[in-house]
């Protein structure tokens, strides 16, 4: 076996989405760390990818990331980019740079939000927190960096609503300490939450749902998407509302369109 900086393991499992070879588009699961930390040294979804691409992403190395475009949380679900030629890699970071990679989410949130749809624009602070697991958490501060997320109601019932997301920045869990500002954390978040938030749900109920982009080097629109997540069901039919990817409303493409979009590190 090739001498590997990080260890395979088959054994995380994961659907691919998009696969060419150029690129990968991954569907990570729940509870599963986008890479290698603190008691994730070998579970990580980038082992899994290095149990079936580890040639080209140890080829990448460190210095491109094994790979990795961008992260998502680890309880978070859903899309994400990989590389596999430095070419792609260095034309996606530009492409994620330039401002030209749409993402969007899924999430059930508690309560019903004050507007049907809303730019939330609160700078986020990059803070050190108080949870052993996590080094950084994100505060809503005038002294942060600017943060916009664009969302919009899909569905609501007394107790929680279904709303898409996009990042249009894309700082540390953007997206949850967004939707919490105003009122409305994700269900299964006890760090924006408080414990009847994270009690709601089984785990977070936060799904990276779609990707589009530019192929870099054919230049076609590669629009992946993602099922909603089966584990959640349960929690729309407690609360009686629908699945988000059957919905009765159209979901946020368009909104806040001409706002500025940032490299997204991990924003959700």
Known sequence: MPDFSVPP?????FKVRHEDADLLVVDKPARVATQPGLGHETDSLLSGLFARWGVPLQRL????DFGLLHR????TSGLLIVALT???YDSMRAAFEGRRIRKYYWAIVEGVPRKTEEVINKPILEAASKERRLSKTARISGSGKPALTAYRVLATSPGASVVECRAITGRLHQVRAHLSAIGCPVLGDGLYGHERTRAAS?????HAHRIAFEHPRTG???????PFPRELRGVLGHFGLPRPDRPASGGVEGLGQGEDDAVGEQEA
Do not use: C, F, Y
């Open 220 to 226: 076609e629109t590669i629009d992946v998407s993602s």
């Open 86 to 88: 430095p070419e792609a």
């Open 72 to 75: 998502l949380d680890r309880g």
């Open 61 to 64: 190395g460190k210095a491109r």
């Open 9 to 13: 393991n088959p054994s995380v499992t």
């Open 202 to 206: 089984p785990r977070l109920a936060l």
